[in-house]
């Protein structure tokens, strides 16, 4: 399993499984408390310069309104964060080094967050071996990723 297909599933799992326009189960959150959801997550996190702003939620699909398990608003927000930084990392690869830094520093934190938990043991290990390459000035992990992820 490569990291696209790693992270494809739980993307996939996410929007599946968290947003639906029926849930027998009673866990899942309306379009409003996911937000409040998303909107608390997004405050904890910070995104870098220049990035476009934070995408927010569906509240329908196919004219239905959309539900959202737990957490999956969370997950939403950190994958976006994730890719806000890879994409940053690579842009300020040998152009700025502070921001450049920044970037690793930020992704550094991911492994503590929702959406990395929520990764199977394969889609953690990609993770950690891209986070090692770019550490060593590699960046096809990271490219690996945005282009199958981040686009």
Do not use: H
């Not at 996939?12 to 959801?37: F, I, P, Q």
């Not at 806000?84 to 991911?110: S, V």
Request: proline content about 4%.
């Amino acid at each position: 399993m490569n990291i696209r297909f790693g992270r494809v599933l739980l993307v996939t799992a996410l929007l599946v499984a968290g947003c639906s326009s029926t849930d027998n189960s009673g866990s899942a959150k309306s379009y409003d408390e996911a937000m409040k959801e998303y909107q608390a997550a997004t405050a904890k996190l910070t995104l870098p310069p220049g990035a476009a702003d934070w995408p927010g939620l569906k509240s329908q699909q196919d004219g239905a309104s959309v539900t959202y398990q737990p957490d999956a608003a969370t997950g939403m927000a950190q994958s976006y964060w994730q890719c806000a930084w890879e994409k940053e990392w690579l842009a300020q690869r040998g152009r700025d080094t502070a921001r450049e830094t920044k970037a690793l520093e930020q992704l550094a934190t991911y492994p503590d967050m929702v959406s990395y938990a929520k990764l199977d043991e394969t889609g953690q290990r990609f993770f950690q071996e891209f986070m090692a390459k770019a550490k060593l000035g590699d960046p096809s992990g990271f490219q690996q990723d945005v282009r199958a992820n981040c686009e």
